[in-house]
């Protein structure tokens, strides 16, 4: 069982940087494909990006190509999350959640474990 704590969210204006990171206290951190979503107000939670147990492949959601980056050390039982440029549409509580090993699954359904969240909210 992964238990995942993330941090690093905050205020920022536009066009700044934030980096999430989220530690995982399980043993079995390695296997699993490692997931950002983020739920705005009133939203539904949706898919920011996506890695696998490797780390030999991410995926991003189309709001977040070029902008952000995905990395895991599984040495270190962590994933990141380098938001760039960020706009005011990305204000969010940001989720990092443990699923399925490829990392590439945009359904929060097909993820067994959840962080707690933390608010990411960029000024204009």
């Known amino acids: 069982q992964e238990q995942l704590v993330e941090s690093g969210g905050g205020l920022v204006q536009a066009g700044g940087s934030l980096r999430l990171s989220c530690l995982a206290s399980?043993?079995?951190?390695?296997?699993?494909?490692m997931a950002w979503f983020r739920q705005a107000p009133g939203k539904e939670r949706e898919f920011v990006a996506g890695i696998s147990w490797s780390g030999s492949s991410t995926y991003y959601a189309d709001s977040a190509k070029g902008r952000f980056t995905v990395s895991r050390d599984n040495a270190k039982n962590t994933v990141s999350l380098q938001m760039n440029n960020l706009k005011p549409e990305d204000t969010a509580v940001y989720y990092c959640?443990?699923?399925?090993?490829?990392?590439?699954?945009?359904?929060?359904?097909?993820?067994?474990?959840w962080g707690q969240g933390t608010q990411v909210t960029v000024s204009s």
């Open positions: 959640a443990a699923g399925p090993m490829s990392g590439s699954d945009y359904s929060p359904s097909r993820y067994a474990y």
């Open positions: 399980g043993r079995t951190f390695s296997i699993y494909g």
